[in-house]
């Protein structure tokens, strides 16, 4: 007698259905996983490379712009008469006295002041007397610009003195009062002024222990300022220039500063080296977005950062400024010594406190670019983007990092859901096997193989059903079904296919773009585009003598050659309002020569113009104000929507008139691109609405 337990036909392939099921779920689910986790991954890698570059760019502009500035300050007069002045009056102070009770004053400030404080900012003691002047000169100006100066020493302050009256203390109030302004205006903190014979520092527009001593044997001597300095005793070339990286600086009691070194010449003669000083504030505001890591997508744990060459962080973490005691606690747990802990704690900086020197910051600093994965400074594992920043002989590398759990977390998310949907399927299934497992095996397969298919988006799906009952119906349903969708598909494409041809019939490529992303809301600025305000004079003039169908036909006409021409060129159409035509050049396509195009455009539609005139024997004119600079376009309207231009660039061109001849008249911008390419008439000065009286300058004509 056989007493083994049997199951039933149903049970098995309950059980079998089940366990399917559940293979099922979780191939899916393994290969989703591996999927999400791969795309997600590369999503991170990605915002964490176009970060990067982002912010390298922004950066190199940034100390490009600096460069720059500071060579058009020393090649001005006021830098060069400053110069001469200033050296000639500092020179008289090796003959000025200075009494024993002076240089006493001079050392109690150094001893009690200046050295204790500036042990409290950096790390080691400086030497006793290290910093005291050493020539006559020296000692004048420490007595009555340092020692007698205001208290207390270190904030930002004007170099003055109320007890010199020499002809230094003239020459210096009238030259700070000159260099002042220029200082303020290109945003500096100090220009320093030394002496391309004997590199003595002879003037520091503000107060700064600096001044009155050597860069070759004083006590500033081993600086990257001094460094920079040297470099440029023996130049000929007055645009020459170097940038020592970001040191802490003593005088400003080991401030983080960086310094940009120039000469300055007075016809063949360099008669100073201009150094100017430019804080590191600024540089970390834009690696950080201002302290706004999370706007730029860095969530939590992301930052960038600036590395120096001596592979040391030359900006502040961001998790020393959002939570000092939790960073100390983590940099405790790290692989950092107990010293380098102690000077970020001491100093509440990382910047040349901090070492960094995994394999991403070696690459980056032997100028290759990356995307890797590793442990950061603080032992913590993290995607990291990495590359150089080169301006002249000075490298740092730029890191843009996130630590990997949270660019992964919501994959932790995924799982869950994945593990709780898998449960109820197998669940769900089970219970539907136990009851329709007979009736629904072989109806229920062709159906459920012909509805994989329609999901994977085949529409040519035909599923058979062989019995005579509601399974028929059901598969005569699906077939239905799939035929509607097959039509719907179809229409939904054709209608697609419309809306794409009106959007760019309508639209220029920048605003087909918005409405294709779902962003048509939000205006976009453009920084640097040409617009062009044609208005056509003498059409309402001859609009009595037709039907509203020959002037609507007429104008159309006169449109369309416009539209033509803009293609032509490679000028986008904006709109048109009755008469008036708004053009763009450079504003979805960025074209280097978009100014110069325009003007071509220009000159087309001013020839279509006289063409239509001579077929037509009419009277039109056409008026076009062309400007270039930054402007703002969008989408006006929900619903119903045009696309226009708006900005200071706009306007000035629509304002422009010529009194209802036809003309083409450009600003001063336009001119100052294409005035080597295009022939102008004379410059004018007109009063122009709302704007006041400006320069334009008309493209001459064409010779017939």
């Known amino acids: 007698m056989n007493l083994r337990p049997s199951l039933s036909v149903q049970s098995k392939l309950v059980i079998a259905f089940a366990l ?11 290969i989703g996983y591996i999927n999400a986790r791969s795309s997600l991954r590369a999503a991170a890698e990605r915002q964490l490379i176009g970060l990067h570059h982002t912010k390298t760019t922004l950066l190199r502009t940034m100390l490009t712009s600096v460069r720059n500035e500071i060579l058009t300050v020393s090649a001005t007069d006021v830098a060069a008469n400053a110069a001469n002045e200033l050296l000639a009056a500092y020179r008289q102070l090796d003959k000025m006295p200075t009494t024993p009770a002076m240089q006493e004053a001079v050392r109690q400030f150094y001893a009690t002041e200046f050295e204790p404080e500036l042990a409290r900012h950096t790390s080691g003691t400086p030497a006793a007397g290290s910093f005291l002047p050493t020539t006559p000169a020296g000692w004048y100006l420490h007595y009555h610009y340092i020692a007698t100066g205001a208290r207390p020493y270190g904030p930002r302050r004007l170099l003055a003195s109320t007890t010199d009256t020499s002809a230094y203390a003239a020459a210096l109030g009238r030259h700070q009062r000159l260099l002042g302004p220029t200082i303020e205006r290109l945003g500096f903190e100090n220009i320093t002024l030394v002496d ?3 590199l003595d520092v002879f003037f520091s527009y503000e107060q700064s222990t600096i001044v009155g001593t050597n860069l070759l044997n004083g006590p500033y001597a081993s600086t990257g300022m001094a460094a920079t300095v040297a470099a440029l005793r023996a130049t000929q070339d007055e645009d020459d220039y170097r940038v020592s990286d970001v040191e802490a600086y003593r005088p400003a009691l080991g401030q983080p500063k960086g310094f940009i070194s120039t000469p300055v010449f007075d016809g063949p003669r360099m008669v100073a080296i201009m150094v100017l000083r430019f804080p590191i504030e600024p540089i970390s505001k834009a ?3 201002d302290g706004g890591w999370e706007a730029e997508g860095l969530g939590k744990t992301g930052e960038v950062y600036l590395l120096g060459p001596d592979h040391t962080m030359r900006t502040d973490s961001r998790f020393l400024l959002e939570d000092r ?50 442990d950061d400074y603080r032992g913590v594992r993290v995607l990291m983007a990495y590359g150089p920043l080169d301006l002249d002989s000075l490298r740092w590398g730029v890191i843009a990092k996130i630590d990997k759990a949270e660019a992964l977390a919501p994959l932790n998310a995924l799982v869950r859901r994945m593990v709780a949907t898998g449960v109820a399927l197998a669940l769900l299934s089970s219970l539907l096997a136990l009851g329709f497992a007979s009736l629904l095996t072989r109806p229920i397969a062709s159906l459920v193989r012909g509805a994989r298919r329609v999901s994977e988006g085949a529409l040519d799906v035909e599923v058979d059903v062989v019995p005579q009952d509601e399974f028929r119906e059901l598969g005569e349903a699906f077939n239905d079904m799939v035929r509607s969708l097959r039509a719907s598909r179809e229409a939904l494409n054709h209608q697609v296919r419309e809306n794409e041809r009106l959007l760019v019939s309508l639209l220029p490529a920048s605003a087909t ?10 205006p976009r600025s453009f920084a640097d585009v040409t617009v062009a305000f044609a208005s056509l004079g003498g059409f309402d003039t001859m ?19 416009f539209d033509e021409a803009a293609e032509h060129h490679g000028v986008e159409k904006v709109r048109t309002i009755g008469s008036s035509y708004l053009a763009a050049s450079g504003l979805s396509v960025d074209r280097p020569d978009h100014t110069a195009r325009m003007v071509e455009f220009a000159r087309e539609i001013v020839r279509i113009v006289k063409r239509f005139n001579t077929e037509r024997r009419s009277a039109l004119s056409i008026e076009i104000g062309i400007n270039t600079g930054p402007v703002v376009g969008g989408l006006v309207g929900r619903r119903k929507f045009i696309y226009d231009l708006w900005g200071d660039t706009v306007k000035l061109a629509k ?50």
């Open 513 to 522: 773009a918005q409405v294709r992303e779902g962003t048509a809301e939000a």
């Open 20 to 30: 399917l099921t559940c293979l099922a779920i979780a191939l899916v689910s393994g």
């Open 287 to 289: 690696l950080s977005n």
């Open 543 to 561: 609009s009595p003598q037709l039907s509203e169908d020959e002037s609507m036909s007429l104008l159309s006409e006169i449109v369309a050659a």
């Open 325 to 374: 005691a939790a960073f100390l606690e983590t940099l405790r747990r790290s692989q950092l010594t107990t010293r380098n802990v102690e000077d970020v704690e001491r100093l509440n900086t990382t910047i040349r406190t901090v070492p960094v020197r995994h394999e991403a910051a070696l690459a980056a600093l032997n100028g290759q670019t990356g995307i890797t994965e590793l």
């Open 655 to 704: 304002n422009i008139e010529a009194n209802g001849t036809t003309s083409i008249l450009v600003t001063k911008a336009v001119y100052d691109r294409v005035r080597d390419l295009v022939a102008f008439g004379p410059m004018r000065k007109i009063e122009l609405r709302a704007v006041g009286t400006i320069e334009l300058y008309p493209v001459a004509e064409e010779v017939p």
């Open 196 to 198: 391309p014979l004997t």
